[in-house]
């Protein structure tokens, strides 16, 4: 913008100082023509006058006849006069106040000096006409050398010669003046030329400073975004276009370092999604390995198991068949050790189904509002039953308010009891095992111990799979598939609880359960 006014203020100087020479010359050169019109109806009137003066002397000579080019003569100088009046006038008018009033006085006063004369010249013409024609020749002549030509030749002539001179040197005035102001002007315009192309060159190198740093800002800008250095930003204040674009180039920055940001970060979330579902499938790939290994040896434990029973089964059927008829207590004892048996195969079985159907998720939970220490108090009487065998006793530790949660009574129990089977089965002839139930902040705990030779601490975290049954040798000697506690677990998980179990090798074993519930009383 500043740029801009300085070009236009340069030109607008310019374009006044060329309109100044324009009138200045305009003015000198009008001037010096009505200097030559005065000038020429000067020579004019006195060649006019020289002509009047001879046509008088003709007239007088040769009379009537020279009376047309006498009347001639006259008519045209008075019309020289008539011009010389004009131009004189229209001078003054053109020059209005610049031209000083004494020459003004001086034009005029010869220019009515020379009418005046001429009125005198003309009476005595007339005169002169008069003698003539009275017959009075000699006199008119000495009445004509004495009043005309003299007067013409001395007065008038000199009159006309010194508005001639005069006219002259106005001209030569006049043109001196314009050749100074010509002069003046041509100086004025190669300074003021000279000053506008400093000024110009100084606004436009201050116009090339002021582009020169934004456009190498912006020229580095760009090479630090192409090289990757999203975080650079042009420093430029500035309110005018440049300002503006060097702003919206940092919004882009910022923008373009925000979308790489994201793109970096959602690169780091997938690559760690990636390791994480790699570990994953490794982790499941691992599992359904050490599954298949179960399996296996699921499969050898259920075929020893089965085959245990089922050779004890048929050992017990071919006693009674040996050697004839037997006592009737011996088929009854037979007979008992078949049921006991079959007892133990229908449970492993159940566990199989169980197991299946847990995996396909189609049992069904019937969830009611339930009492909790109904529940507890049911598993307690039926390990009591299962304890006696084993003269195991069951201590439990409870109270008698209602405990009420959302659940199915028959699974919950169910789990319990696998609980309280492991205790028993694990734990040394004549000794108890611990049940105790508590409620409080929303969750009713249920814990179960026994005293039992406990699980190695390299089993602890492998206890809840199925079909892990531990390593040491007494574990691989207990009955069972080692799938109790996995169908507990998940029954419990099923109720939206958790479960829990701590261990020490020769001393206890102890699992912790904890089922939300609704309404409970602190135990």
């Not at 913008?1 to 030109?11: G, H, R, S």
């Not at 009445?143 to 106005?170: G, T, W």
């Not at 509002?369 to 009591?384: F, P, Q, Y």
Request: hydrophobic share 40%; aromatic share 6%; net charge negative.
């Amino acid at each position: 913008m500043l740029f801009q006014l300085i070009i236009v203020a340069a030109l607008i100087v310019m374009a006044t100082f060329v309109y100044i020479a324009i009138r200045s010359t305009d003015y000198y050169l009008q001037r010096v023509q009505w200097a030559h019109q005065q000038h020429e109806a000067v020579t004019a009137l006195s060649v006019n006058a020289n002509r009047y003066s001879e046509q008088i002397a003709e007239f007088l000579l040769i009379g009537e006849p020279e009376r047309s080019d006498y009347d001639s003569a006259r008519a045209e100088l008075e019309a020289g006069f008539d011009r010389l009046e004009e131009v004189t006038t229209g001078e003054i008018e053109f020059l209005g106040g610049i031209v000083r009033g004494d020459d003004k006085r001086d034009e005029l006063f010869r220019i009515e000096r020379m009418q005046t004369l001429y009125a005198e010249i003309d009476r005595a013409t007339a005169n002169v006409i008069e003698l003539r024609n009275q017959g009075r020749q000699e006199e008119a002549i000495r009445v004509f050398r004495r009043e005309i030509e003299n007067r013409l030749d001395a007065e008038f002539q000199n009159l006309l010669k010194a508005a001639s001179l005069d006219e002259l040197d106005e001209v030569e005035r006049t043109g001196r003046r314009a050749e100074a102001v010509w002069s003046r002007l041509t100086w004025t315009t190669v300074g003021l030329a000279l000053a506008a192309i400093v000024l110009c060159l100084v606004a436009a190198s201050l116009l090339a400073r002021s582009l020169v740093r934004p456009i190498d800002l912006l020229t580095k800008g760009t090479e630090a975004i192409s090289r990757g250095e999203l975080d650079h930003r042009i420093v430029f204040d500035s309110h005018d276009e440049l300002g503006t674009l060097a702003k919206r180039f940092n919004e882009m920055a910022a923008h373009q370092e925000d979308q790489r940001d994201r793109l970096v970060n959602a690169r780091a979330e997938l690559e760690r999604e990636v390791v994480a579902r790699t570990a994953e499938l490794a982790a499941a790939n691992q599992r359904l390995t050490e599954l298949d290994r179960l399996r296996v040896q699921f499969l050898a434990d259920i075929s020893h198991e089965l085959r245990t029973p089922l050779t004890a089964l048929r050992g017990e059927a071919e006693i009674p068949l040996r050697h004839g008829s037997k006592p009737e207590a011996v088929y009854r004892d037979a007979l008992e050790r078949i049921v006991a048996q079959s007892g133990d195969m229908a449970r492993l079985l159940d566990d199989l189904v169980f197991l299946s159907r847990s995996e396909t998720d189609t049992i069904r939970f019937e969830p009611r509002r339930v009492d909790l220490v109904t529940i507890v108090s049911d598993a307690v009487h039926d390990g009591e039953t299962l304890g006696r065998s084993k003269t195991i006793s069951v201590d439990a530790e409870y109270g008698k308010e209602p405990i009420w949660l959302t659940a199915d009574a028959p699974r919950l129990k169910q789990a319990l009891m696998i609980l309280l089977d492991n205790a028993i089965k694990y734990s040394p002839r004549g000794r108890s095992v611990q049940l105790r139930m508590a409620a409080g902040n929303g969750h009713a705990e249920i814990v179960v111990r026994d005293e039992g030779r406990g699980i190695a601490p390299e089993d602890l975290s492998r206890v809840f799979e199925r079909f892990y049954r531990g390593r040491g040798s007494k574990a691989s000697l207990q009955p069972g598939s080692g799938l109790g506690l996995s169908i507990a677990k998940w029954l419990i998980e099923k109720h939206n609880g958790d479960i829990a179990l701590t261990s020490e090798v020769g001393s206890f074993t102890e699992v912790r359960v904890r089922i939300p519930c609704t309404d409970q009383s602190s135990l």
